[in-house]
């Protein structure tokens, strides 16, 4: 049977994707935050679902193999799909990015996702399978708050078109999914910060000022969720996407238009 592997699934992006995969798959549920990723894995098995779950830290070769390997030791079965949702990011403006925040931002979103496609592709040799790298519309945008976090998932479309044209031959498909704007923890933090750091946004609560991002930049005028992005996570990892490979869709509300 068809299993997924979904990096990052302890955080409320790769829970959603995990949640859905799962109404059509066993999906293995991975993540650096261990008690975490079980937790959802528990609340996705009391529900029925056919799932299981395991420490990965993607920046680390081996703990990505381990990953891989322990779906057979967990009685799932072979993975043929992924979904590389693990990352990291937060606004901090470009003067003040330091080196270890760069490294750090580009081993988890670009490393990472580079070293599960490559697990991915060596393990499929020869037969089909699909992976799916979550992006950002940061990557198009050249935001000056994201000079780190944008340009690491830019490499992560760029390697995406690699994985499809390298797989292209024998059916494994590679796809990227740009979100737009999501209440996350990563966005509740990142308001945090701005508050304590700009004074244009001391008397705000995180909230408001997420909306206020919404607004001004959302043609359609409201955010998206992590259902929103898990549903074209699932599409693209179907069959019913079968001749669909190395495309970037943006779940944005309209924010980047191609």
């Known amino acids: 049977m068809s299993v997924a592997l979904v990096t990052g699934a302890a ?18 549920l991975t993540d650096v935050d261990e008690a975490g990723v079980a937790e959802v ?38 993975v043929d799909a992924v979904a590389n949702v693990a990352g990291v990011g937060m606004f901090v403006p470009f003067t003040e990015v330091t080196e270890e925040q760069w490294d750090r931002t ?28 979550i992006a950002s519309i940061g ?9 780190d976090y944008g340009p690491s998932k830019a ?19 590679a796809n990227t999914v740009m979100p737009g704007l999501i209440w996350t923890d990563m966005w509740r933090k990142t308001s945090e910060w701005l508050i304590a750091n700009d004074p244009a946004h001391v008397d705000s609560t995180p909230e408001q000022l997420f909306a206020g991002f919404v607004g001004a930049m959302v043609p359609m005028g409201r955010p998206q969720t992590p259902e929103d992005i898990a549903e074209t996570v699932a599409f693209l990892l179907s069959d019913r996407a079968a001749n669909i490979t ?3 869709v943006s779940v944005d509300g309209g924010v980047v238009m191609t």
Request: hydrophobic content about 50%.
């Open 11 to 28: 955080g409320g992006l790769g829970a959603a994707v995990a949640a859905r995969l799962a109404q059509d798959r066993p999906v293995l």
């Open 41 to 78: 894995a528990a609340k996705l098995a009391a529900g029925g679902a056919t799932v299981a779950h395991t420490a990965c830290d993607v920046r680390d070769r081996a703990s990505v193999q381990s990953a891989f390997e322990a779906a057979g030791g967990l009685g799932l079965g072979e």
């Open 106 to 133: 580009f081993a988890v979103n670009t490393r990472g996702t580079f070293l599960t496609c490559q697990e991915l592709v060596r393990r499929r040799a020869g037969r089909p399978g699909a992976v799916v790298n």
């Open 139 to 147: 990557a198009r945008l050249g935001m000056e708050m994201l000079a």
């Open 155 to 173: 490499a992560v479309i760029e390697l995406t078109h690699v994985v499809a044209r390298v797989g292209a031959p024998t059916g494994l498909r």
């Open 246 to 248: 190395g495309q970037t």
